[in-house]
């Protein structure tokens, strides 16, 4: 047996009849014995000790499990160990009974991937019917009353005391005494946006005036108020300008000015001398336009 490099190498067959030498045999798990590649199965080499290996299972009438012979026991003894430990005749339905949608008329069976269950109603549907209009969904349920913590509250808010109140004469006062609050606030805002909007007219009318001021006003102006000293490039326009501010502004009232206009050069002049002189000075002494 082998080769005189390798003694060892190869073994016989265990099988009387065979004999075959393998130099790779097989052993047997169950007996442990070397078997060629032709007898390496049990039911070749008819094995003694092959059913501790073997797999018998029997599904349970009552409640749809298996239950697995063992090769050592006797199977009713392994029945009725099953019968009176772990049978339950509730599971039959659970195993045996297919979902299907509950909608009237759909016959989809529910399985892992097509079932969805509904956010409001809480019931799976299969994916046809998942959304609310489609199997008639109820809506949310309501909150159980009967819930431990929602009679802890009816009972907290029943032992809350109530304050006492006349039926019918606290009420109408109440109502009485908001309605003038309310009216007497009304009343002093209305007076107040009035006082406000005059207030806001009279700073606009006087921005306006200071504005017409200054742009009639200029450097080069040769016509001086006596009041404000604001100067002005023609007469026409200081007394426009005192007969619209310096007339109309304050309560006591102011005496008039009196302005001599030149007639050659329409200059304005309070004083009849100094208008005397300008022209005596400016125009060659004479009067005359």
């Known amino acids: 047996m082998g ?48 059913e501790r290996h073997d797999v018998t299972v029997v599904i349970c009438p009552l409640c749809a499990k298996g239950v697995r012979l063992r090769p050592d026991e006797n199977p009713h003894i392994t029945w009725e160990n099953h019968v009176n430990v772990d049978c339950d005749p509730s599971n039959y339905d659970k195993v045996t009974k297919k979902r299907k949608c509950p909608v009237r008329g759909c016959k989809e069976i529910l399985v892992f991937s097509n079932t969805i269950k509904c956010r409001d109603c809480t019931v799976d549907h299969c994916l046809k019917h998942r959304f609310a209009p489609d199997h008639s969904c109820p809506g949310p349920k309501k909150l159980d009353t009967g819930f431990a913590f929602m009679s802890l509250l009816n009972r907290s808010r029943k032992e809350e005391p109530k304050p006492k109140q006349s039926p019918a004469t606290s009420s109408t006062k109440w109502t009485s005494s908001f309605l003038n609050a309310a009216s007497s606030f009304r009343a002093s805002a209305e007076a107040g946006m009035s006082k406000l909007s005059n207030e806001i007219s009279q700073k606009l009318q006087i921005a306006k005036d200071g ?28 007394i426009e300008h005192v007969e619209k501010i310096h007339d109309r502004s304050g309560n006591q009232a102011r005496p008039k000015v009196t302005v001599d206009v030149c ?6 002049f309070c004083d009849p001398v100094a208008l005397v002189e300008h022209v005596e000075r400016d125009h060659g002494g004479t009067s005359r336009a």
Do not use: M, W
């Open 3 to 50: 080769t005189p490099q390798f003694p060892d190498l190869g073994k016989h067959c265990s099988l009387p009849d065979c004999k075959q030498i393998d130099f790779l045999p097989f052993t047997c798990d169950c007996c442990h014995k070397v078997f060629c590649l032709d007898h390496r199965s049990y039911n070749q080499h008819q094995c003694p000790k092959a």
């Open 211 to 238: 504005a017409g001021q200054s742009s009639s006003s200029g450097t080069g102006g040769t016509e001086l108020c006596p009041q404000c000293g604001a100067r002005f490039s023609s007469v026409t326009t200081l």
């Open 263 to 268: 007639p050659k050069c329409s200059r304005g």
